[in-house]
């Protein structure tokens, strides 16, 4: 689901044509498990800081196709990281001030 901020982009043909394009370049198939992939994942996460920038909003490198299973993983681990969740060296999790955008 886009969030506000980011559903004209999600919406534009230059994202549609790209989203499509590395589903067939991939061979619809999930880059973590093997498995059937359909959804089309930022590595690096859009925000509202970089929803205008191409070199990650439509950078071909900064995607990977997922499996919806997959997908809804990755999301959850962007979400924890926006709300200030970490990893410390150990491997335990952690609070810290979460990552905000200009806007707040």
């Known amino acids: 689901m886009a969030l506000d901020y980011s ?28 498995e059937y992939g359909t959804e089309v994942h930022h590595i690096i996460a859009i925000t509202p800081d970089n929803i205008d920038d191409p070199n990650i909003t439509l950078n071909e490198h900064n995607l990977e196709l997922l499996c919806k299973e997959c997908h809804d993983a990755k999301r959850k ?19 810290v001030p979460p990552i905000k955008s200009k806007n707040n």
């Open 7 to 34: 559903k004209r982009f999600y919406h534009s043909k230059e994202w549609k044509k790209l989203a499509e394009y590395i589903r067939a370049s991939r061979h619809y198939t999930c880059e973590e498990c093997g």
């Open 77 to 95: 681990i962007d979400k924890d990281i926006n709300e200030g969740l970490r990893f410390d060296p150990n491997g335990n999790i952690i609070q």
